[in-house]
T-cell receptor, first 114, second 109 residues
């Protein structure tokens, strides 16, 4: 049981490049979410999913796309990277919307856009 | 914007209880209070949550006032490894957590 696994751990992109941040969980959780954390700030919600095939926008969705084709995976795509997207990205999963239990977080992807 | 207010930072002596306050005066009746912590830029770690009643687990205790407008997280015997940013979050769903800036707890030897 690996929990929530994020890859890569570190990434440097040039402005305008695209990339996909990977997130996988092996706990059969329905809920998955993506957050970003800028220096000195709390996490901000980008996109979330309540199950395979269902996604929705969070607080700061612009510049990011998501899809949820399987229960296990929830990739985050940066369409055209900008320096403002330099941040640490965290993926989280939890059991279901009706279960007020803990959310499990990955260890983060540290992204720098130059 | 986050719906909670927490002190920016607190100090606690090692071995003593750490009491972290949180104000959530606009909490609605079906919203829970969640506490997470983040140690040195790692992924946040769940601590405890509650609705109305006080809760206790192996990590901490959560005291919620009767009017539910504030709560206190208690770490009974703080250690150096408890140094972290502690986030108090209110909400109804664990997939849409709205984080504030939290409280930086520094446990001193």
């Amino acid at each position: 049981n690996a929990g929530v696994t994020q890859t890569p751990k570190f990434q440097v992109l040039k402005t305008g490049q695209s990339m996909t941040l990977q997130c996988a969980q092996d706990m059969n959780h329905e809920y998955m979410s993506w957050y970003r954390q800028d220096p000195g700030m709390g996490l901000r919600l980008i996109h979330y999913s309540v199950g395979a095939g269902i996604t929705d926008q969070g607080e700061v969705p612009n510049g990011y796309n998501v899809s949820r084709s399987t229960t296990e995976d929830f990739p985050l795509r940066l369409l055209s990277a900008a320096p403002s997207q330099t941040s640490v990205y965290f993926c989280a999963s939890s059991y279901s919307r009706y279960s007020h239990t803990e959310a499990f977080f990955g260890q983060g992807t540290r992204l720098t856009v130059v | 914007d986050a719906k909670t207010t927490q002190p920016t930072s607190m100090d606690c002596a090692e071995g003593r209880a750490a009491n972290l306050p949180c104000n959530h005066s606009t909490i609605s009746g079906n919203e829970y209070v969640y506490w997470y912590r983040q140690i040195h830029s790692q992924g946040p770690q769940y601590i405890i949550h509650g609705l109305k009643n006080n809760e206790t687990n192996e990590m901490a205790s959560l005291i919620i006032t009767e009017d539910r407008k504030s709560s206190t997280l208690i770490l009974p015997h703080a250690t150096l490894r408890d140094t972290a940013v502690y986030y108090c979050i209110t909400g109804g769903a664990t997939n849409k957590l709205i984080f504030g800036t939290g409280t930086l707890l520094a446990v001193q030897p």
